[in-house]
C-alpha cells in the first residue's frame, strides 16, 4: 500500500517537501537597460528626462538609479512576464504611498516642507496628479500640461475669474500660478490670519507675494493703512480678477471704503475705532464719490496721516 494511503504520512510528506525547497530570493535589481524591452515607448525619449541625471552620473546605488528608483527591483517582474503585483506601479499606489516614494527623493527642498499638510495633500492630490513623471521636460518641473491648465483641471471657478475684464495676465503667459502659490504647500502667512491664505507663497520678509512685482506699495510708511498690514491685499482687490477696475471688490470706490470707514468699533489708541467719514463728505454728491482721488496714497504714506497727496 502506497505511503501517502496511510493515516498521518501523507501530512508529514508535504511538510518534509515544504523543508526540501529552498525560499525563494529577495527581488533583485535588473538594471534601466532591461525596462528597455517592453517599455521602449517610454526609454526612447527618457535621456531628455531630468530623472535620467541618475543614470548618467554613473555613481548611484542601484536603488536611486534609472527606473528601479522609483519602482523597486524589477527581477521579479521581469520573470513574471510584466505582472504589476510584482513591482511598484503608481496606478495603483494610494496617494500616500506616492507621496512617500516620492519624497525618498525630493525632500530635500525647503519649498517642500510644508506638503505633508498642505491642501493638495489633504485632498489626496498626489504628484502624479500633477506631474507627468517619464516624459521629456516639454513642460517646466514635468508637468502634464501647462501650468494654468493643471491648475484649471480643478479650479474651475479661478478659471471664471481669470476670464474677466480686470486681471492678472495668466492666461496670457505673462504670469504663473506659483508666482503667487506654492502647490507643495506654505508657510503661514503673517496677513489675514482669521482667513489663512492656503498655499501663499510669502515675498520678502513673510510679505504676501503681491509684493514681488507691486514694490511701491512696500513700505514700510510711517503711516500705514491698517488694511493693508492687518487683512491684507485681499481685503480691497480680487486677486484673480474680477469685472471691476484695478480688481476691486466693489465697482464703485467709496461703497468699498465705507465698509471699514463706518465708526464701527471701539479698537485703537483714542477709542475711536475705524476713521468716520466726515460730515463735509456729502455721499450724495459725485464729487466725494472716488475716494482716491484726494487720498492718493491709499497703500501707505510718509507725510500724510490721511494718506493725502
Not at 548618467?56 to 523597486?72: L, Q
Not at 516642507?113 to 498642505?118: D, K, V
Not at 501647462?146 to 486681471?167: I, T
Not at 514681488?212 to 480691497?236: L, M, N, Q, Y
Request: net charge positive; with cysteine; charged share 20%.
Amino acid at each position: 500500500m502506497p505511503c501517502w494511503h496511510l493515516p498521518g504520512i501523507s501530512t508529514l510528506c508535504a511538510a518534509i517537501a515544504c523543508l526540501l525547497v529552498p525560499a525563494s530570493a529577495a527581488p533583485q535589481y535588473t538594471g534601466s537597460v532591461v525596462c528597455k524591452t517592453c517599455h521602449p515607448n517610454i526609454a526612447v525619449d527618457f535621456y531628455k528626462n531630468p530623472h535620467y541625471k541618475s543614470i548618467a552620473s554613473g555613481s548611484e546605488p542601484p536603488e536611486r538609479t534609472g527606473c528601479e528608483a522609483c519602482h523597486g527591483p524589477g527581477s521579479e517582474h521581469v520573470a513574471a512576464k510584466g505582472d504589476k503585483s510584482k513591482i511598484i506601479a503608481f496606478s495603483q499606489l494610494a496617494p500616500k504611498q506616492v507621496l512617500d516614494n516620492c519624497l525618498r527623493c525630493h525632500a530635500e527642498s525647503l519649498g517642500r516642507a510644508n506638503i505633508r499638510r498642505s491642501s493638495h495633500t489633504l485632498a489626496n492630490v498626489a504628484c502624479n496628479s500633477c506631474h507627468s513623471i517619464h516624459k521629456s521636460p516639454v513642460q517646466k518641473f514635468l508637468l502634464a500640461k501647462e501650468q494654468r491648465d493643471v491648475c484649471y483641471g480643478c479650479h474651475n471657478n479661478v478659471r471664471a475669474q481669470f476670464a474677466q475684464p480686470f486681471k492678472h495676465r495668466v492666461n496670457e503667459g505673462f504670469m504663473t500660478c506659483s508666482d503667487c502659490h506654492n502647490p507643495h504647500g506654505a508657510d503661514a502667512v503673517n496677513y489675514a490670519m482669521g482667513a489663512r491664505p492656503r498655499m501663499v507663497t510669502a515675498a520678502l520678509n513673510n510679505e504676501e507675494p503681491c509684493m514681488k512685482c507691486h514694490t511701491d506699495k512696500r513700505g514700510p510708511f510711517a503711516f500705514e493703512h491698517p488694511a493693508v498690514r492687518i487683512e491684507g491685499c485681499r481685503s480691497c482687490h480680487v486677486p484673480h480678477g474680477t469685472a471691476n477696475t484695478r480688481m476691486l471688490k466693489r465697482p464703485v470706490v467709496f461703497t468699498l471704503c465705507l465698509e471699514c470707514h463706518n465708526g464701527a468699533d471701539s479698537f485703537g489708541r483714542d477709542a475711536a475705532g475705524v476713521f468716520l467719514t466726515p460730515p463735509t463728505h456729502n455721499m450724495a454728491d459725485p464729487r466725494f464719490r472716488n475716494c482716491t482721488t484726494c487720498h492718493v496714497r491709499i497703500h501707505g504714506s510718509n507725510s500724510s496721516v490721511s494718506f493725502l497727496r
